[in-house]
């Protein structure tokens, strides 16, 4: 079975931390990109972070900079987002998605478009409020 598994969303006050992560089952990461992306309610998808596969590129939108880290986990397969000062306005629900790397192409190339991801995890609600 090929599929994206995400953990880790949960309620937290403003200010708090949440980290999510998200796991490759029947496929390696080795040759993928993995981004992360959030929906609210009546919104597009907005791209949030992305890291590359053998660049090892790391992308940010503006809004998280400073207060999100994206990281790999080689051995298990599994990228994180460490989601730190969090304000009400990162509620939404987060997914994780693959695209595909491979050493002739390029991440630099609308890193953080969701168009440019085939493969989606099933999302995880963040809800950041009082």
């Known amino acids: 079975q090929v599929q994206l598994v995400e953990s880790g969303g949960g309620l937290v006050q403003p200010g708090g931390s949440l980290r999510l992560s998200c796991a490759a089952s029947g496929f390696s990461l080795d040759n993928y990109a993995i981004g992360w992306f959030r929906q609210a309610p009546g919104k597009r998808d907005e791209g949030v972070s992305c890291?590359?596969?053998?660049?090892?590129?790391?992308y940010y939108a503006d809004s998280v900079k400073g207060r999100f880290t994206i990281s790999r986990d080689t051995v298990n397969n599994t990228v994180y987002l460490q989601m730190n000062s969090l304000k009400p306005e990162d509620t939404a629900v987060y997914h994780c998605a693959a695209r595909f790397t491979p050493s002739w192409s390029s991440l630099s190339m609308e890193p953080l478009a969701p168009a440019r991801y085939a493969r989606w995890s099933q999302g995880t609600q963040v809800t950041v409020s009082l």
């Open positions: 890291i590359g596969s053998t660049e090892g590129s790391i």
